[in-house]
């Protein structure tokens, strides 16, 4: 059994009185009364495995989970044909879906550390690759700021085939900025 599996498997639904129901906070004609409501001491506790992030957020559906999981995969490249900026779609997929689903958040943030990574890289090159021009060697190494999105955007092609088909993917070469 997967760890995706044991989230999903490990998942409880809260349950709420329904309108009619006698059970407490319920009146028998249908309404919802707050007679008597006392408020004790708020304790707030870590959220357990396979719950969503919130508490109070219901999980998502598996297959709604799986499309935002390889989303977060595949956005990066997306990105690229609408503007360059590549972070911003593992952004976008963690502020949709990370605060209901772990693994959603887990995968976002990794192909987001990824990203930022790849893109301190390209800075660095650039700018070792700049004073290097004098001698000559910067106009090769200036290369491989070209080189290194190209890799990261196959990288991301390869991690978002692996995740959807259930197999876990780690980025390589990744600062782990964001947790």
Request: hydrophobic fraction near 40%; glycine fraction near 12%.
């Amino acid at each position: 059994m997967s760890t995706d599996d044991q989230f999903r498997n490990d998942r409880e639904i809260p349950s709420y009185p329904q309108a009619g129901s006698t059970g407490q906070g319920a009146s028998p004609q249908g309404g919802y009364q707050q007679s008597g409501y006392q408020q004790s001491g708020y304790q707030q506790g870590g959220y357990q495995q396979g719950q969503s992030v919130h508490g109070n957020a219901a999980p998502l559906n598996p297959e709604y989970e799986r499309q935002l999981v390889c989303a977060a995969h595949w956005s990066p490249i997306a990105s690229v044909l609408l503007g360059g900026l590549t972070f911003f779609g593992p952004v976008i997929v963690l502020l949709v879906g990370g605060g209901r689903s772990r693994a959603v958040r887990e995968h976002s943030i990794d192909a987001l550390n990824f990203q930022i990574t790849v893109w301190i890289a390209t800075v660095a090159v650039v700018l070792i690759s700049l004073p290097l021009m004098i001698v000559l060697v910067g106009f090769v190494t200036i290369w491989l700021a070209g080189l290194l999105p190209l890799a990261a955007l196959v990288v991301h092609g390869l991690a978002a085939i692996k995740v959807s088909a259930g197999e876990p993917y780690s980025y390589p070469f990744t600062w782990r900025i964001i947790t």
